[in-house]
């Protein structure tokens, strides 16, 4: 348990040039969207080894842009709209309400997306399977607060009233922003709050510093963050991103017909809940078992998690080791209940024969809910690449290593760009046999750069600001001086990038229709033959 | 609409001898569990037909034994336990208290598990997809009757509060009863009633006449009928009907195993909220459309329901004709709903060109819920056959009709002893092609079999009392007249059935080890050699 009270001091040489440069953050963090902004999500076995409460340094986080710099002393939360007496509270003065603690499973609705963006690119970037994390959060009911705006406990609330967050970060579509229902946030069952402190300390800015809101049993992406407005009113959120951002659209429905005919707007698709999942986290990938190393009579325990939402409790979680002929029932560890309702994930664990992987080639797990639903065997991609919950697979080689015999296991991703997993061979042994289709245009394309200008990093870093932008991506060289003040993603965001090679940034959260645009501002190619080969 | 104010008067000749000799019930009902006790669901496509609304003779019944002939006039509901000021209210005292009126679905726990004894006899019988219905239920709000009983609005209830229901029902393991928490009961937005009236008519016999419970998100068997006791209290339920029924325990548990380890009782597996799921009606088990039948644009609507429990709404319904590649959105019809939440079912529709057919050789449909959950691909068995909820599979046949050539429809299984399905199909083939191995054991048999007596249907029927009870089974004479009084079923059971050939009664609902034992009382074979072939 050491690790909960670990205190990150430094800054990560990664957030040196951007907007962020003031936040210390764990170095084993792995990155999702390059240096910034910052999402990120830690190693899947070191996630688990924290045990049921992850330190908040390891906590996984989604920011859409610049983290705002505000200060306990002057940050102020204003409550306004349809309520009698609207109100602006100074943190000191919510730090005094009656406050509530408990811990609660956050879930981002893109947790296990790289599954799905190996079926075929969603828009959004590779979270793995660790876009989740446990904390205990201490706060002030929402509905305290409401009621101190003149909002009454025994109010006939209708269903088109609406509780509107915003939060103070300003980004290219405006401030983020959601809303729930008013009956819904003043419902003692549901714990809704405005979170002052994490794991017993300060929010940290990364987290919302110094207030959130915490909407227990649904996904992450609506507990805004850096809290300044609340708004009673007969509309839910007009915030870009409450109908932009987390919806699940049926599969058949791409980025350019969602924007075409409107499918954002469709009520159905909205994301409250979390749905149900799981994963296993032992056997890690990559992980090797010598067959010298077991006997008959040697065990191994798999582990891994399971949650669900809306307070729905995992009842239990199986193991299948023969594609689903038989289902081993795992140990659950026991279950934070609040009220009667779940808002944390469990752990689960399984003791089996270690020789009982000689014989399978896959471990597979699934959970069912005290709903009783359970996960699908399959995965349904959705342009969003959102609430993937198909059951997690790893697959079990048998190979030579040295001298050794050993088992050996794959994950089917692995975070961010970080390499290897099957689901990640299968996609690009698909792209490989796709290729010859397209020889011709990819040769005259080669071909013809091979005659375009050379510029070493030497030369690019130079066209390093608003006037003069220059970026490398994937080896080629960019002039995107003109597209600066038009970029959708704002102008930051580019801007961080001038003269560098923003590679990962730019693919982890480009579409195809971003990158065919891109070719407009193409200049020339990198010369790399000088760089010592990595 | 006719169809909802049909009453049916005629008492049903399945049903005299039996002790529901008085109730009327509609003749196009399926018969799940033989003539007696009476459990029913409507023909797939006739309950569609009758739209939103189920007309109540249509609605599915579930039994347990003889159904109780209560009376309005004297019948009575108590209301004791632990609360301040215990009750007895007459019929007509609680219909004069304020009501609520709404429609409802309800939906065995039990619905589609043909299709799981198709893989494998569970102890459960026979229900197809039509174990669900939709009515207009009236009744009191049992949080009026606690606060009635001295259950304050405000209390603090803790968790470990139940209410507890009972009804007159006498069966063989006692009352049938169950429990729900005193906070879900107290909760206005849960909806929890007591019934009196069901389609603007006061209930039937079948439907708990003159009272039940209505718990709406929930599965059926937990909305008590003939409701005469509601007992706050520390402890749940304790009848043996709310352990021993609506239990999903894990797969690879048999009744064997529940029994001896005592799986019964372990909270996880008890089933209260209702699973997403969804069928197809049409095109209807052997429907058939003519090739000559069908031009380049000829259309063809599918049509089937969805549901989900919780108040949860359906929020997608899509349908694959290509093995799971693509799926299709099919339209959903308006969802009743009530603060927020759906307690209803919704009927879907896609209109797909009539040739897409050919080319294919299944119909799959998928229901979405708001929770973002969706049905597994493939069935999970358990030991109880309950909340199957896989995708619902159509299969396509081309074959040849007479002249025409013809697309033919086949369903998964037809509900009861119906027969048809491309699942019980393949039951038929699997246990024929594992019959050989069983040959000698089966020769021996029925070789000894022809040199056991043999007695007429006439003989048998004079064998038709307490003191002298014979019944068929499968051809064979059993002679159970020792058996009456410690029969797990109950005396009556068998006794209605005394002298009678009740095969399709016995194979219903009885275990493996309940036809194991059946063999001591093997006394000869039934000779049918004077009956005319069927």
């Not at 159905?268 to 010298?292: G, K, L, M, T």
């Not at 997993?421 to 490989?432: F, L, P």
Request: charge should be neutral; charged fraction near 25%.
């Amino acid at each position: 348990m050491a690790e909960q009270t670990e205190v990150i001091e430094q800054i990560d040489p990664r957030d040196i040039g951007t907007p962020d440069n003031w936040i210390p953050r764990h170095p084993e963090l792995i990155r999702l969207t390059g240096k910034h902004p910052f999402n990120c999500e830690a190693p899947l076995p070191l996630l688990l080894k924290q045990g049921f409460i992850t330190p908040t340094s390891l906590h996984y986080v989604r920011n859409h842009g610049p983290v705002p710099k505000l200060s306990w002393d002057t940050h102020k939360v204003v409550i306004d709209g349809d309520v009698s007496n609207p109100l602006t509270l100074s943190m000191d003065d919510i730090a005094k309400l009656p406050y509530i603690e408990f811990p609660l499973t956050f879930c981002c609705a893109g947790n296990r997306r790289k599954e799905q963006n190996m079926v075929k690119k969603t828009i959004g970037f590779n979270w793995g399977a660790a876009a989740v994390s446990t904390a205990i959060w201490k706060g002030v009911p929402l509905r305290y607060i409401l009621q101190l705006a003149g909002v009454k406990n025994d109010d006939n609330y209708e269903k088109t009233r609406y509780v509107c967050f915003g939060g103070t970060d300003k980004l290219p579509n405006g401030y983020y922003g959601t809303s729930i229902t008013l009956k819904w946030a003043m419902d003692e069952e549901k714990d809704v709050m405005l979170a002052y402190e994490i794991n017993g300390k300060r929010l940290t800015p990364d987290h919302g510093y110094p207030i959130r809101m915490i909407i227990p049993g649904i996904i992450g992406g609506r507990m805004v963050k850096w809290l300044d407005k609340i708004t009673v009113s007969n509309k839910e959120s007009d915030s870009w991103y409450h109908f932009h951002d987390n919806r699940v659209l049926p599969p058949n429905v791409d980025a350019e017909r969602a924007n075409k005919e409107n499918w954002w707007y469709i009520p159905n698709y909205i994301i409250y809940d979390i749905n149900v999942n799981s994963a296993i986290a032992a056997p890690a990938h990559d992980e090797i078992i010598p067959f010298s190393s077991f006997s008959s009579d040697s065990e191994y325990t798999l582990r891994g998690y399971a949650y669900s939402g809306g307070g729905r409790k995992i009842t239990r979680v199986e193991v299948t080791l023969d594609d689903g002929k038989t289902w081993l029932l795992s140990d659950l560890f026991d279950l934070e209940e609040r009220n009667g309702r779940t808002w944390c994930w469990t752990f689960w664990s399984l003791k089996i024969p270690t020789h009982s992987f000689v014989s399978s080639s896959e471990i597979r797990v699934r959970a069912w809910d005290s709903s009783q639903n359970t996960q699908p065997e399959n995965i349904t991609w959705n342009v969003m690449g959102m609430m993937n919950n198909c059951h997690y697979r790893v697959k079990i080689h048998v190979i030579t290593y040295g001298k050794d015999v050993v088992l050996r296991f794959e994950h089917p991703t692995q975070a961010g760009n970080n390499p290897g997993g099957w689901m990640v061979r299968q996609h690009e042994q698909e792209q490989k046999q796709s290729a010859p289709a397209n020889t011709p245009a990819n040769a005259s394309k080669s071909e013809s750069s091979s005659k375009d200008p050379k510029y070493t990093m030497e030369q690019v870093k130079q066209h390093n600001n608003e006037k003069d932008c220059w970026i490398i991506i994937d080896k080629k060289v960019y002039d995107c001086t003109k597209f600066i003040p038009i970029h959708p993603g704002g102008t930051t965001a580019i801007l961080i990038n001038a003269g560098t090679d923003c590679s990962e940034e730019f693919n982890a959260i480009h579409s195809d229709k971003a990158k065919k645009k891109l070719t407009t501002f193409y200049i020339g190619d990198l010369d790399d033959s000088k760089r010592p080969k990595l």
